[in-house]
Structure formats: structure tokens, C-alpha cells
């Protein structure tokens, strides 16, 4: 990668990160958030972003496509895509009530490897249900990799559920907690 991982991570806290009293998807409370929108709407930081995912793809060789839970990581997993030339699908939250329906948008078949991409990763409960429609709709899921791992119990929840996870930053990685 052409940017040093901590210059990157000094920028994404830069553009994101905010202190304050927050509530979090999974209903916990934090004196911290990142919002991602502040960094995956940057064109410098979105493409600094997927080039230091596209050289962690390396370790999970080999896999067909790429899966974004919308809306957060649709972004992130676009870039990536078009980074390292392999298609992916959105995973939606919910299936469509009207047109095809369609839990995943995108073009993906039974028996494909797929890597997920998530933004930022808590409790891994977005993460989490991605995974469980990829694998209804017949897709191996080869690893999730997330932008940030706040290191509040998601690694364990993915793990347990036999998927390899590989964040690009942790919480402590960017200073935000202490080691």
C-alpha cells in the first residue's frame, strides 16, 4: 500500500472521529463515535481505505467476490471492488417488499467464496446477519474484513461463527483505547 497504515489511520481519525455521549447500533452506550460517512465520503480517504483492505484480500485467496451490508459498507466494498477487479454484492438489511425481492443485489451462485466488507465493527451484529444471508443463498463465506474493530465483542461473535476476521484498524491501533 502506498500510504503508511498509521498516516491513514491519523487521517480517518481526523475526518471521524467524534466525542460526546452516542448510542451504537447494537444499543450501547459510547463517550466515542465514528462516523463513517465522514470518512467513506472522501475520495483520498475511500481509496486509501480500500487499498489497505485490497492487501489483506491476499490472505483470503481464494474467493469469488466481495458483500457490503448496506448501507454503511456499500462504499467501502464498491471501492474495493473496483480496486482489485472482483464483483460484489450488497447485502441488504431487509428483503425488498416490491420489484425481485432480493435479500442480495448483485450477481452472486451457490457455492462461491465470498469475503465481507464492514465499516466499523462493535458488537458485529450488522456483520453478523450479512453472513447468515450469504449462507442461506448457498455462499461460503471465506473472512470479514471491517475498516475499524472497536473491540467491544465482535471479533469473538464472528469468530464463533468459523469466519476469519481481519480489521484494518482497532481501536487500540488508533489510540482511542489504551493497549
Known amino acids: ?19 460526546g455521549d452516542f448510542v451504537l447500533r447494537s444499543g450501547r452506550r459510547s463517550r466515542f463515535y465514528l462516523d463513517k460517512y465522514l470518512f467513506e465520503t472522501q475520495p483520498d480517504l475511500l481509496r486509501d481505505i480500500a487499498a489497505g483492505l485490497a492487501a489483506k484480500l491476499t490472505a483470503c485467496e481464494p474467493y469469488d467476490l466481495l458483500a457490503g451490508p448496506e448501507l454503511g459498507a456499500v462504499a467501502i466494498v464498491a471501492a474495493l471492488s473496483i ?10 438489511k431487509a428483503e425488498k ?3 425481485t425481492g432480493k435479500a442480495l443485489e448483485g450477481k452472486a451462485a451457490a ?30 463465506v471465506a473472512a470479514l474484513l ?19 476476521f481481519d480489521p484494518l484498524f482497532t481501536a487500540t491501533s488508533l489510540g482511542i483505547k489504551a493497549p
Do not use: H, N, W
Open 1 to 19: 500500500m502506498g500510504v503508511q497504515v498509521s498516516e491513514l489511520g491519523d487521517r480517518l481519525l481526523q475526518a471521524s472521529y467524534l466525542e
Open 83 to 92: 480496486a482489485v477487479g472482483k464483483p460484489f454484492v450488497i447485502v441488504r
Open 97 to 99: 417488499g416490491y420489484g
Open 111 to 140: 457455492g462461491q467464496r465470498v469475503v465481507v466488507v464492514e465499516d466499523v465493527v462493535t458488537s458485529g451484529g450488522t456483520a453478523l446477519t450479512a453472513v447468515q444471508v450469504l449462507r442461506q443463498a448457498g455462499l461460503e
Open 146 to 164: 471491517c475498516v475499524v474493530d472497536r473491540e467491544e465483542g465482535g471479533r469473538t461473535a464472528i469468530e464463533a461463527e468459523d469466519v476469519v
